[in-house]
């Protein structure tokens, strides 16, 4: 998940301010999806995206509990909703850019952005949530309601236990940019240092360091856990030890989904979309030439997004 860059990933501009709540109606289907295609035969995604009836927004982020639960957030304060048939656009009440979205459960979803901005959805509307923080917000994930992590801007990392936030103690870095872990005691954090960190559920620590700009970290386990970042860069950890893997891409990516070792995509700058099928990284034909932003799946379905209103739904094949 790119999760989640200001001005080091490329077209990632915040702005605006909180504004009171609007009276738009929810529209009833704002995307109109392709159909699904098999990503294994390359020539069947050369297409252009379709012209969506809802807004070109620019889409930061993706998450869902389920196929039938899935949040997607971006610019002007905009959260798409899709129940397995159609997305809806919810009302928020704010203009502000949401750059990550992350949930324990479908009616346990939150939402941050700019300047502090922190949105609680309780699987019946979307409510400002007061935190301590005013800076630009860039990654959220916890491993369970209790036990949730936020990184701000100026690379500072709070957490909420369930009952209040804390400002949590870590190496000093410029800026963290995606925060993901297999478990509460075993989290990992990227920043545009290229430095990554690891929480044993005590403390904060550097693991590796010297890489260009990491955007986006993401695992299968713990044993196989995967970072991605500027000009193509992508890391693989074993559990014991952090190895440079070549991606086939000079271009940035910023974000990575599996749903085994054999069959991972990874998507960024201008449309790239990259897949492992056991053997190399092999670039797929462009749907579109907007970035890419983030990545999400659930099992032989995948969902990107991305610029100018940019979602686009995939099988995975095998």
């Known amino acids: 998940m790119v999760n989640k860059l200001f001005h080091t990933i490329l077209s990632r501009i915040f702005g605006g301010a909180i504004g009171m709540p609007s009276m738009a109606v929810v529209l009833t289907t704002i995307i109109t999806i392709p159909a699904c295609t098999d990503l294994s035969q390359d020539p069947a995604i050369g297409r252009e995206p379709v012209e969506f009836p809802g807004p070109n927004e620019y889409y930061n982020a993706i998450w869902g509990s389920s196929v039938n639960n899935i949040f997607v957030v971006g610019s002007n304060g905009t959260i ?10 919810m009302e928020t009440g704010i203009d502000i850019t949401l750059t990550d979205v992350w949930g324990s459960a479908s009616d346990n979803v939150y939402a941050i952005g700019s300047t502090g901005t922190t949105l609680h959805y309780d ?16 990654a959220i994930w916890g491993s369970a309601a209790d036990n949730l992590f936020v990184a701000r801007s100026g690379a500072s990392i709070l957490h909420f236990d369930g009952t209040e936030w804390q400002s949590m103690a870590h190496p000093e870095l410029e800026q963290i940019n995606d925060i993901w872990g297999p478990s509460k005691d075993n989290v990992f954090a990227v920043s545009s240092d290229g430095v990554i960190l690891h929480y044993d559920g005590s403390e904060w620590t550097s693991i590796a360091s010297d890489f260009p700009p990491l955007y986006t970290i ?39 989904w599996g749903n085994s070792d054999n069959n991972i995509y990874a998507v960024g700058v201008n449309g790239t979309i990259m897949r492992y099928q056991g053997n190399v990284w092999r670039e797929q034909p462009y749907v579109t030439r907007w970035n890419l932003t983030d990545i999400w799946g659930a099992r ?7 610029g100018y209103g940019t979602i686009q739904e995939f099988e995975t094949g095998s």
Do not use: C, F
């Not at 798409?80 to 656009?89: K, M, P």
């Open 80 to 89: 798409l909703h899709n129940d397995g048939v159609e997305w809806i656009q």
């Open 123 to 138: 699987g019946k509307g979307w409510k400002p949530l007061q935190i301590p923080a005013t800076q630009n917000l860039t």
């Open 218 to 256: 993401w695992g299968l386990s713990g044993e196989s856990v995967y970072a991605v970042g500027s000009g193509g860069t992508m890391l693989h950890y074993n559990g014991t030890e952090w190895a440079k893997i070549d991606s086939k891409t000079k271009d940035g990516l910023y974000g990575i």
């Open 300 to 306: 032989n379905r995948i969902i990107v997004v991305g």
